[in-house]
């Protein structure tokens, strides 16, 4: 996935009221730009340092950018643009990219299903029957450590998410629960037990009774986000 249009640099003044970010140009000019990431942010920006950002001239929109790429402390990048995630593991299905789901025959994005209402992710039809799929975007790591942790906060929604899955594999439905690591510098993923103990063990509930997990890397630069390669999930503490 390319950023288009290009991406533009600036500094990270503070994130704030948690859609608001103040950034300053390297010319000197402020802008007060949309911060699309609804989590705590933790671990994921860095006041002064580097942000990329996406330059709207809708007059219809009220801030005049979206913040995309973030600096972390760690010195990682981590695309923070949630919305992203879906788009771009879209892109790896039909590309093959992700080798679990190759072979489907259809695509259908945000389908009703369940006995609590969700809506899947994507909808992947085989030969052999439907697979419903849930992504996640991760972008929590830590200074002392190459492995990523979801959630950043405590996600009631994702642990409904995982009970739904979980309902669907045990009916035979293939349900899968995938993890798109948009952060640099990883090399595999856990559940962060730590900030939201529930979520971790709804996974492993989920994992017990059929739910496939799956979790890939990316490539990212300011230019683009790449899904890359296949990374471990460890569920065990």
Not at 112 to 135: K, N, T, W
Not at 143 to 162: E, I, M, Q
Not at 201 to 219: I, N, P, S
């Amino acid at each position: 996935m390319r950023f288009q249009p290009a991406l533009e640099q600036a500094r990270l003044l503070r994130r704030y009221k948690r859609f608001l970010a103040d950034i300053e140009l390297p010319c000197g000019e402020q802008l007060t730009i949309h911060c699309p990431n609804t989590g705590s942010m933790l671990n994921c920006l860095r006041e002064g340092g580097q942000v990329w950002f996406s330059r709207s001239n809708d007059p219809k929109r009220k801030l005049p950018g979206t913040w995309e790429i973030g600096e972390t402390p760690q010195g990682r990048l981590a695309c923070i643009n949630t919305g992203r995630a879906n788009a771009l593991v879209e892109e790896a299905l039909r590309a093959g990219l992700i080798s679990e789901l190759r072979g489907f025959t259809a695509l259908r994005r945000e389908v009703a299903y369940g006995e609590e209402r969700s809506r899947i992710d994507f909808r992947l039809e085989f030969p052999e029957g439907p697979a419903y799929v849930e992504v996640k975007s991760v972008t929590l790591g830590y200074a002392d450590s190459s492995v990523a942790a979801f959630p950043d906060a405590v996600t009631l929604r994702g642990a409904k998410h995982l009970r739904e899955l979980a309902a669907l594999a045990r009916q035979g439905v293939r349900a899968v629960q995938l993890y798109s690591v948009n952060l640099t510098g990883i090399e595999a993923v856990r559940p962060a037990e730590e900030i939201d103990p529930g979520y971790a063990h709804a996974l492993r509930a989920a994992v017990a009774d059929g739910v496939e997990v799956l979790a890939y890397g990316t490539r990212l630069d300011a230019e683009q986000i790449v899904i890359d390669r296949p990374l471990p999930v460890l569920l065990t503490p």
